[in-house]
């Protein structure tokens, strides 16, 4: 695998118009709980898709040039080769940064959970005679997860001569957590100050945990529109497609009927009965109208209970799957119960 991570480090440069790219994928990655990047990934990643590259080439592109002028046709073939290989690697690392991104945010999330416990034991640890530094070490608990992570990461490059802000800064900005920021920066500023700290991380968790509070109960007051909106997306919105649907269905039956039986007289002539609607087609439409209805009202769900989209994604399988199922279901009850009617 050697060979293949230093192939992979040709299409990851050092620095780019003046960004350093591997520095900000490393300190990406290391957020995302990746220690190292996979350069081998990236090798693997080009020659992966260079062979879906080359079938999709052979099956599509190959027998429409083929036949052209050599220069125009192989100016064709570079530029769809091209174009069809970086698509494919578009869509892979849009789909693997988004996962990440998911994962950073549910770490974010777990760290502003345990805080207010952990500066609790920090508090009380300071209270009892130790340093800043030798509180933090001793606050850490497996309980806290991966705040004791980094908080053992912390304390580890204090004991190896780094400055307590220095660490504590870089461990803040690892993390896009506005809560992080805002506490660590008081905790910070009165380090530097040499002000009493144990003040301030009181001050800090008596926040923390009115803030927790507050949140808890603006999310119990809206329980009732979650509530609403989910009854919307998965019962009410499949009902209705599935009852517009069964109305179409009888609408140009009966209409059909009609046309046929007054065929050749003056009636027919007079009034158009070509009622033909492609009842396959509203279906289709109907299932991705409530995909896209489930993944929306998610969103909505989640900034309602969260404050954000994007701890409402967990939402969006089990809406959409449920509405589909459930949207079918009602289509075959309707069918059950006027098929014998009409």
């Not at 396959?280 to 993944?295: E, P, R, V």
């Amino acid at each position: 695998m050697g060979a293949m991570r230093e192939f992979g480090k040709a299409f990851v440069p050092e620095k780019m118009f003046g960004f350093k790219i591997r520095a900000n994928l490393k300190s990406y990655l290391l957020t995302a709980g990746c220690p190292d990047v996979p350069y081998d990934f990236f090798g693997i990643l080009f020659l992966a898709t260079a062979a879906v590259t080359y079938f999709i080439f052979m099956g599509l592109v190959y027998p429409v040039v083929h036949g052209m002028n050599f220069l125009v046709g192989l100016v064709l073939l570079f530029v769809a080769w091209a174009g069809i290989q970086l698509l494919l690697v578009f869509i892979v690392c849009f789909m693997i940064f988004f996962f990440l991104n998911i994962k950073v945010y549910k770490r974010t999330k777990e760290i502003e959970s345990k805080l207010a416990d952990f500066l609790v034991l920090v508090s009380t640890n300071l209270k009892g005679g130790l340093s800043l530094e030798q509180g933090l070490w001793a606050a850490i608990r497996p309980e806290f997860g991966l705040l004791a992570e980094e908080m053992t990461l912390v304390s580890k490059r204090v004991m190896t001569g780094n400055d307590l802000t220095e660490a504590l800064n870089e461990f803040v900005q690892k993390y896009d957590s506005p809560l992080l920021q805002r506490n660590f920066s008081l905790i910070i500023g009165e380090v530097e100050t040499g002000g009493k700290i144990v003040v301030v991380i009181d001050k800090v968790i008596e926040s923390l945990k009115k803030t927790k509070a507050l949140k808890d109960e603006m999310s119990a007051s809206a329980v009732s529109y979650m509530i609403f909106i989910g009854v919307i997306v998965i019962a009410v919105a499949p009902a209705l497609f599935a009852l517009a649907y069964r109305l179409l269905f009888i609408i140009t039956n009966f209409t059909s009927s009609i046309g046929s039986s007054m065929s050749g007289t003056g009636i027919a002539n007079a009034i158009n009965f070509n009622t033909e609607v492609d009842t396959g087609l509203f279906k289709n439409f109907s299932i991705w109208a409530l995909a896209t209805i489930s993944i929306f009202s998610s969103m909505i769900i989640s900034i309602i209970e969260k404050g954000d989209i994007k701890g409402g994604l967990k939402y969006i399988p089990a809406f959409t799957i449920v509405s589909i199922v459930l949207y079918l279901i009602f289509m075959a009850g309707l069918e059950a119960v006027f098929g014998a009617v009409f």
